[in-house]
């Protein structure tokens, strides 16, 4: 009987270091998560502050670990216009080998996007073109068996309007 307890015993260890070891190794080994693409950039509306759009941000964990999403900072540009900033805290899983998406919203301030010079260019661009060049740039913080990553933003996207 007690042969069998130490026999037990030693097994669960030797499997415990073992398994502690496997992920030790591949934690060494982790590569940095990749920014794919923003999609689905569509107006959801337009309120007094001007134009709401939604959007959502698709990346990939070239990792056999899991782990978590904990911040998006995103710098929203509309025709070279800085029209704001996304700071979202989030808390989202990630599973291995898989892309990961997160959404988010933004508006275009049309006091913002009117601001400074060359207002009439702005709204001669807009209306001639019935487009908008949208830059994302920033970064997504995340943590895969707690070695924390920023996954750097970087995507410019034309918005067609129908007006």
């Keep these: 009987m007690q042969s069998s307890i130490i026999f037990q015993s030693i097994i669960c260890r030797s499997t415990f270091l073992i398994l502690s070891t496997l992920i030790l190794i591949s934690c060494n080994n982790l590569d940095k998560p990749v920014f794919k693409k923003i999609k ?3 107006i959801v509306g337009i309120s007094e502050e001007g134009i709401n759009f939604s959007a959502v941000a698709v990346h990939y964990n070239p990792n056999p670990v899991s782990g978590t999403i904990d911040e998006s900072i995103i710098h929203v540009m509309v025709n070279e216009i800085h029209i704001g900033t ?3 805290q989030l808390n989202i899983d990630v599973l291995a080998y898989e892309n990961f998406e997160y959404d988010f919203e933004f508006t275009l301030n049309h006091k913002e996007f009117m601001k ?3 207002i009439l260019d702005k709204l001669y661009s ?3 073109t019935k487009k908008l060049m949208v830059d994302f740039t920033g970064d997504t913080k995340c943590k895969f068996v707690n070695i924390p990553f920023s996954i750097p933003i970087r995507h410019q996207e034309i918005i067609e309007l129908n007006i």
């Design 86 to 88: 996304i700071d979202q």
């Design 40 to 42: 689905d950039v569509n």
């Design 126 to 128: 807009v209306i001639y």
């Design 116 to 118: 400074g010079k060359d």
